[in-house]
């Protein structure tokens, strides 16, 4: 259910699943007039999802939007977009929303089917670089992971589509289920590097990825869905000549959480990655 809270409606939703037992929570609070920061930061943590989204005003197809986690605000944060998207299609009805956000404008294309809501967002213009080697390497003794233990046939990135992330690849589905970090060390080494999350991937299969996302910064050991580094994943992908394009990529995230996720990436030939996920509310209503 929604709540009144600082002048505005809260909802709480999961993203990227269509059962209230998957995906990942974020809040969605809409009203007239964004807050300050310091109540925004105040309703993030109070709310304890990894992301809320702020979105102003309340009506129209042009919106402001800005992200908080629970102890920071954050540029960009894909799954708490996505659900804003949905949040706002089930009391404005299908179109294209055009998020103004920190690193630009971001359009969300919403669209309902029966009781089934689902939003696409189209990222911006994605880029990536490599690493320095001893990134890596101070990354990878954080995670308790070796060198050997990557997929060469992916290497090392840091990766963009709203927010940094350093994808690092592993070579086994084995190597990403067993994950257990030292928090402060990674978070201190992605401040240093002003990294969002890592992206830790396996392929499966030439266009099926398992993904789980370290989210230290934001005060959450793992992230069970992150549309924000599976836009950058598709660019990099894209760029770097490591799958054909035009492409549709489907990550599983947040199993190993018991909060399964599913992220379908379009990753066109050229221009803005698109990501898309359903969204449900988390107290079983439809909003």
Not at 86 to 105: C, D, F, K, P, Q
Not at 203 to 226: K, W
Request: glycine residues 12%; aromatic residues 6%.
């Amino acid at each position: 259910m929604a709540a009144e809270m600082a002048s505005g409606v809260l909802h709480r939703l999961a993203a990227f699943t269509t059962t209230p037992g998957g995906g990942n929570p974020a809040g969605v609070w809409i009203g007239d007039t964004l807050p300050d920061p310091a109540t925004m930061q105040r309703i993030a943590a109070e709310v304890g999802y990894s992301e809320t989204a702020f979105v102003a005003p309340a009506a129209g197809l042009e919106r402001t939007v800005r992200y908080f986690s629970p102890q920071a605000e954050v540029s960009f944060c894909g799954h708490a977009t996505i659900a804003a998207g949905v949040a706002l299609g089930r009391s404005g009805g299908n179109g294209t929303y055009r998020l103004a956000t920190a690193i630009g404008t971001v359009p969300v294309a919403v669209r309902l089917q029966g009781n089934h809501v689902s939003a696409s967002l189209t990222s911006v213009q994605p880029r990536h670089t490599l690493p320095p080697q001893e990134l890596v390497g101070e990354a990878l003794a954080a995670l308790g992971w070796r060198f050997e233990e990557l997929d060469p046939a992916i290497p090392p990135a840091l990766a963009y589509a709203g927010a940094w992330h350093l994808v690092l690849a592993a070579a086994t589905g084995d190597r990403l289920q067993a994950l257990d970090y030292d928090f402060e060390r990674l978070k201190t080494l992605m401040l240093a590097h002003q990294l969002t999350t890592l992206q830790l991937v396996w392929r499966e299969s030439p266009l099926l990825f398992h993904a789980r996302n370290p989210f230290p910064v934001g005060g959450v050991v793992e992230d069970p869905a992150t549309g924000s580094a599976a836009a950058a994943l598709g660019g990099y992908l894209r760029t770097a000549g490591l799958i054909p394009a035009p492409a549709t990529l489907r990550i599983r995230q947040g199993d190993a959480m018991g909060r399964p996720s599913l992220i379908v990436v379009e990753v066109p030939a050229e221009g803005g990655i698109i990501v898309t996920g359903e969204a449900v509310w988390l107290d079983g209503t439809n909003g």
